[in-house]
């Protein structure tokens, strides 16, 4: 079955630590994104990806990095720099151009204490 | 502010009645699409709107767009338990490249 994978559901680290979110797809989408969801706040971009070796900042990408070194991946990065790191993050997949029609991994809650 | 604004935040509505959701943009709307998503997973593509006055439906949800008020609205007839869950509008309101922006959602729950 096709889809996108995240790892793992649930994440607790302490402050000051960097942590890797993982994010995989085998549906062959071209354009891979990053969001964080936070209570009464909807949806942020944190970093997008259109193609490999390529990604693009998004609306919230302070304290954040990422990599897409395979068409199939897009690791995030949260780095002791971001300075409220406890949320839920959601990796997301869409087939170039039609990038409103994203597949949703099944997100990952970090807790930073 | 946001820029996509949803009403209500929250919703509880009894198996059988018919709910309205609303999403209005405070820019001008190039493409409105809606998303269910169950708490604590991800979103799930429902449908997308492009013109204004047109309507679509997914199975019993039915979402309509108001070009001119920039507003989109979503019901749903004879709710089910099956509808509960958190509904995000998302939509294009340019920017530059092309990505989603997303409204705060809704919570609907169905009692049975």
């Known amino acids: 079955d096709g889809g996108i994978t995240q790892s793992p559901k649930y994440l607790f680290r302490k402050e000051g630590q960097n942590v890797t979110l993982s994010c995989e797809q085998n549906?062959?989408?071209?354009?891979m994104y990053w969001y964080r969801q936070d209570p009464g706040q909807g949806l942020r971009l944190i970093y997008y990806?259109?193609?490999?070796?390529?990604?693009q900042k998004g609306d919230i990408a302070e304290g954040y990095s990422v990599s897409r070194e395979k068409k199939e991946s897009f690791p995030l990065t949260v780095t002791s720099a971001q300075k409220n790191p406890t949320a839920f993050y959601l990796c997301a997949s869409s087939p170039a151009p039609i990038y409103y029609e994203q597949y949703f991994g099944p997100g990952t809650r970090l807790t930073v204490t | 502010s946001q820029e996509l604004e949803q009403s209500p935040q929250s919703l509880i509505v009894q198996e059988g009645k018919n709910l309205t959701i609303n999403c209005t943009s405070s820019k001008t709307l190039y493409g409105l699409y809606w998303y269910k998503q169950k708490y604590g997973e991800g979103l799930i593509f429902l449908m997308m709107?492009?013109?204004?006055?047109e309507e679509k439906s997914h199975e019993k949800i039915t979402a309509k767009l108001d070009e001119k008020k920039q507003q989109s609205s979503l019901h749903i007839t004879a709710s089910q338990p099956s509808h509960a869950g958190i509904y995000l509008c998302?939509?294009?309101?340019?920017?530059?490249?092309?990505?989603?922006?997303f409204g705060t959602g809704t919570k609907l729950q169905v009692i049975p």
């Open positions: 549906l062959n989408h071209d354009a």
């Open positions: 998302g939509a294009d309101v340019g920017g530059g490249y092309q990505k989603v922006t």
């Open positions: 709107l492009q013109k204004g006055g």
């Open positions: 990806s259109q193609i490999v070796n390529d990604f």
